[in-house]
């Protein structure tokens, strides 16, 4: 069986939209800064302070533009509502996931008392499933679809942490994300 080599882009200013897309996709010119700052104009483009970005223009992209980002790809970021266990989760059609969790703001070695947000990619690569947080110095192995569910459920715990499926369009309408028994009837 053939190993790909595994991309992890490392966290630059507040970007870490761009590296969790770039992460998903193991594709370091997957999409820009300047395509997400695009993306943010076309959202709001008659806001003279854009809404989903940072004010200072650095970065900190909400999941407006990481969904607007994704369609590009003909893929869906699925807001995974946590009243459910991640054991409803149909992996064999998901491409990765996307984590929105809080982050402490530091100026070097000194934590401020801002609380951020951050992106996290997961992505299973040759077998196993990565966390591919830019924050990290390597890529952390979760291992298989158990330990992904397991930690999945870990992440999950937390009232202040956001999960999206990230999957094709065709698998979001159809609802093939999730396991045949979990499906709404439509």
Same mark, same amino acid.
């Given at each position: 069986?053939?190993?790909?080599?595994?991309?992890?882009?490392?966290?630059?200013?507040?970007?870490?939209?761009?590296?969790?897309?770039?992460?998903?996709?193991?594709?370091?010119?997957?999409?820009?800064?300047?395509?997400?700052?695009?993306?943010?104009?076309?959202?709001?483009?008659? +806001?003279?302070?854009?809404?989903?970005? $940072?004010?200072?223009?650095?970065?900190?992209? +909400?999941?407006?533009?990481?969904?607007?980002?994704?369609?590009?790809?003909?893929?869906?970021?699925?807001?995974?509502?946590?009243?459910? +266990?991640?054991?409803?989760?149909?992996?064999?059609?998901?491409?990765?996931?996307?984590?929105?969790?809080?982050?402490?703001?530091?100026?070097?070695?000194?934590?401020?008392?801002?609380?951020?947000?951050?992106?996290?990619?997961?992505?299973?690569?040759?077998?196993?499933?990565?966390?591919?947080? $830019?924050?990290?110095?390597?890529?952390?192995?979760?291992?298989? *679809?158990?330990?992904?569910?397991?930690?999945?459920?870990?992440?999950?715990? $937390?009232?202040?942490?956001?999960?999206?499926?990230?999957?094709? $369009?065709?698998?979001?309408?159809?609802?093939?994300?999730?396991?045949? *028994?979990?499906?709404?009837?439509?």
């Amino acid at each position: 069986m053939e190993h790909l080599p595994m991309y992890h882009e490392k966290q630059i200013k507040e970007l870490c939209a761009l590296h969790a897309l770039n992460n998903l996709f193991q594709d370091k010119e997957c999409y820009s800064k300047m395509q997400l700052d695009e993306i943010c104009r076309q959202l709001a483009p008659n +806001d003279y302070i854009n809404p989903h970005r $940072s004010i200072l223009g650095l970065g900190n992209y +909400d999941i407006n533009v990481i969904i607007t980002a994704l369609h590009t790809k003909d893929c869906e970021a699925v807001w995974f509502d946590k009243r459910r +266990d991640p054991s409803c989760l149909d992996t064999a059609n998901i491409i990765g996931f996307i984590l929105n969790v809080p982050s402490t703001y530091k100026l070097g070695v000194l934590k401020l008392p801002l609380q951020r947000r951050h992106w996290i990619c997961v992505k299973k690569i040759n077998n196993y499933y990565w966390n591919l947080d $830019s924050k990290l110095d390597a890529p952390q192995q979760i291992g298989g *679809e158990i330990h992904l569910i397991e930690y999945l459920r870990d992440q999950l715990q $937390s009232n202040d942490k956001e999960l999206f499926v990230i999957c094709s $369009s065709k698998a979001e309408k159809d609802q093939s994300w999730l396991l045949p *028994e979990h499906r709404f009837s439509q």
